[in-house]
């Protein structure tokens, strides 16, 4: 940052001719210190000139919002229809599209929910692209709706963490409807499964 330089009170003294008479030129000044010439008067306003310049130049400090999402395709297997009380499995499976370090998956149950399985948190360690992934975890609905089990895949992928982050829905009881059905299957007993891929969100 540039001082401000008071000419006067720095006794700058700029000698000029100002009358031209019989023959003599006369000059005025004004407190006679120290005389400067013009040449070295200009020079000093060079300076604070281009530090001026140099202030205005400088990058404005910018905010980045938004967060990388993870490479991974994550798909759900859910009953199509759970009751208040009783123990359901959900099948999480994903696929990772790029070669990946750390990989881990983790499941926290929303509200309402409550995860019955011991294991929440997997670590696959480093993996290829292509790599697919199917984890089963026992929940049990305490409340009738539309509940959620949340899922976060997480990797280093070129040296950068990344997440994918998403929600089982499970629909419970008489309670609330899925926006989206998807397809519907039935397992080996002959129970009607939601098979569904998992839209990217937070919950």
Not at 14 to 30: E, I, Q, Y
Not at 146 to 164: A, E, P, Q, S
Request: with cysteine; glycine share 10%; proline share 6%.
């Amino acid at each position: 940052m540039c001082p401000s330089i008071n000419m006067e009170d720095r006794g700058f003294v700029v000698n000029a001719p100002l009358l031209a008479t019989g023959g003599k030129t006369m000059h005025r000044t004004s407190r006679p210190r120290t005389k400067f010439s013009l040449l070295t008067l200009l020079g000093l306003l060079s300076a604070m000139a281009g530090c001026t310049n140099a202030v205005d130049s400088r990058p404005a400090n910018r905010s980045i919002s938004g967060k990388p999402t993870a490479p991974v395709n994550i798909t759900y297997t859910v009953p199509d229809k759970a009751d208040v009380g009783k123990a359901i499995d959900a099948v999480v499976s994903f696929k990772v599209l790029q070669a990946v370090e750390n990989l881990k998956l983790t499941l926290t149950e929303g509200k309402g929910l409550r995860i019955v399985s011991e294991r929440t948190t997997f670590d696959y360690g480093a993996r290829a692209a292509g790599a697919s992934f199917s984890e089963t975890i026992s929940v049990r609905p305490e409340e009738e709706g539309i509940l959620y089990l949340n899922v976060f895949v997480t990797g280093g992928y070129r040296g950068k963490v990344m997440t994918r982050t998403g929600a089982v829905p499970i629909k419970t009881g008489n309670k609330g409807t899925l926006d989206a059905p998807g397809r519907l299957t039935r397992d080996s007993e002959g129970r009607r499964l939601i098979e569904m891929p998992i839209p990217d969100q937070d919950r």
